[in-house]
């Protein structure tokens, strides 16, 4: 039987050229400041129009500050990217979500929280990450600019169908360990190339037992192992999710969409080109210590002795050493892998009746206006302002410096963003990866700290 990735991919198939790529159908293409800006000049060049209009999705969100949103962006290159995209929007008739309006956020948050990315459907954008939206049961991948205009002008992708790989993983995860700690050790243990050309298949009793929000964390991070995507069949807790968000289908609509969801799944007998099996007892919080995010270990082991010489010299750090009780300078809590309310609730939870410690800059950021607002209607914004802790406006924020939010030079921060590549979070910052029970942990005493000692 096919797999349940072959399922979705050959239903979208518009023709098949002998000896080239497949010419594949997208339901759903996201735009973003930084990746657009030449594909609509394309557009422009060859005097043709956006094909399918309301298939597009447009925001910034890279390069907006997350702080005075209702003031013009003082740096002018952002300022540009941004104000550029909301002129194509305008122009292509496209629907776009600018700063500060209720639906603006991070393009991979505010999609799957708005409905927008569905079961079944091809989703792209350009955005690595774009395989967050695997969570739902997508086949969703990132694009390059070029690549953002020929969906634009045929809503179709001349792409390469990759191989298909099945991780599973069975068990169930241990106190404090989260979906960023199963995705930090699959990394740790495929490496960061251990992936390439496949799309991954996550299953077994640990993937399903995860809420949505550990979904979109953990298929966010499928393209840190070189994959060309990652995604999570739809169920109970998907179609839960779901239910009443603005775009998902309404009244009989809903009903046909799930039981049509319900048959995507790969078969008992679905034959992968790849599989491999994990136990989820063996995985314990986790902590990178490198520049990329297969550099990773338990937060209680030891750097290994074999780890690039590089790397740990850009990090300051020697094999062997154990990151316990390392001085922190920086917490960042956001981006596309852990911005969602339930990262914001574990966060919390670590610094209710705790204070921040005097030594470390935090900036805590909702990935949407939604979570936002779903902080202050459940309390958690007091909680956090009492422990010493601000709640940022929406954005990419530290994940990637092209904003205000930088860490500066030779400083170590605890992030939990996707990337912790050399100057990712600003020139010569060091980056330590980590769930946001690791990250609360050490915010709130100035040191990486198992998060298990709060638990």
């Not at 394309?42 to 702080?67: Q, S, W, Y």
């Not at 393009?107 to 955005?127: A, N």
């Not at 946001?436 to 050490?442: D, F, G």
Request: charged share 25%; net charge negative.
């Amino acid at each position: 039987m096919n797999t349940l990735f072959d399922k979705i991919w050959d239903a979208h198939i518009v023709d098949k050229p002998e000896g080239g790529p497949d010419q594949v159908y997208i339901d759903r293409l996201y735009c973003h400041e930084v990746t657009s800006p030449q594909a609509f000049d394309g557009l422009r060049a060859r005097g043709i129009k956006c094909l399918r209009p309301e298939k597009v999705f447009c925001m910034p969100d890279h390069n907006t500050p997350t702080h005075d949103q209702d003031k013009p962006i003082a740096e002018e290159q952002s300022r540009t990217q941004v104000d550029l995209l909301e002129r194509n929007a305008r122009e292509f008739g496209l629907t776009y979500y600018g700063m500060m309006s209720p639906d603006n956020g991070i393009i991979h948050v505010v999609g799957p929280e708005k409905g927008l990315s569905l079961p079944g459907m091809t989703i792209v954008c350009g955005d690595s990450h774009t395989s967050t939206h695997g969570a739902m049961g997508a086949v969703a991948f990132g694009i390059g600019t070029s690549e953002v205009e020929m969906v634009l002008a045929s809503q179709c992708i001349l792409q390469k169908k990759p191989k298909s790989m099945s991780i599973r993983v069975e068990g169930e995860l241990g106190p404090g360990v989260t979906a960023k700690d199963l995705a930090l050790y699959l990394m740790m243990k495929l490496t960061t190339s251990g992936a390439t050309g496949y799309f991954i298949e996550y299953r077994g009793s640990t993937v399903r037992s995860l809420s949505m929000e550990g979904r979109l964390t953990l298929s966010n991070l499928s393209i840190e192992m070189g994959a060309r995507g990652g995604f999570i069949a739809p169920d109970e807790t998907t179609f839960e999710y779901l239910k009443g968000r603005e775009y998902a289908p309404k009244g009989e609509d809903w009903d046909k969409a799930v039981a049509y969801w319900r048959t995507l799944k790969s078969g008992n007998d679905a034959v992968f080109d790849r599989e491999v099996v994990f136990d989820a007892s063996d995985i314990k919080p986790m902590i990178t210590y490198g520049t990329n995010p297969g550099m990773g270990m338990p937060i209680d082991g030891r750097i290994p002795a074999d780890a690039a010489r590089k790397s740990l010299d850009y990090m300051g750090l020697e094999a062997g050493e154990c990151l316990l009780g390392h001085p922190v300078d920086y917490v960042f809590l956001g981006a596309c892998t852990n911005g969602r309310i339930e990262d914001f609730r574990a966060f919390a939870s670590i610094a209710a009746g705790r204070k921040k410690a005097p030594g470390v800059t935090a900036w805590l950021v909702p990935g949407s206006w939604m979570v936002k607002h779903q902080i202050e209607a459940e309390g958690l914004d007091k909680v956090l302002e009492a422990a010493g802790f601000e709640i940022r406006q929406p954005g990419c924020s530290a994940c990637l410096a092209m904003n205000d939010d930088k860490i500066p030079a030779g400083k170590y921060a605890v992030s939990t963003s996707n990337r912790n590549f050399e100057g990712r979070q600003g020139p010569g910052s060091r980056t330590m990866l980590a769930s946001p029970l690791t990250a609360a942990s050490a915010a709130v005493t100035g040191v990486v700290t198992d998060p298990r000692e709060f638990l």
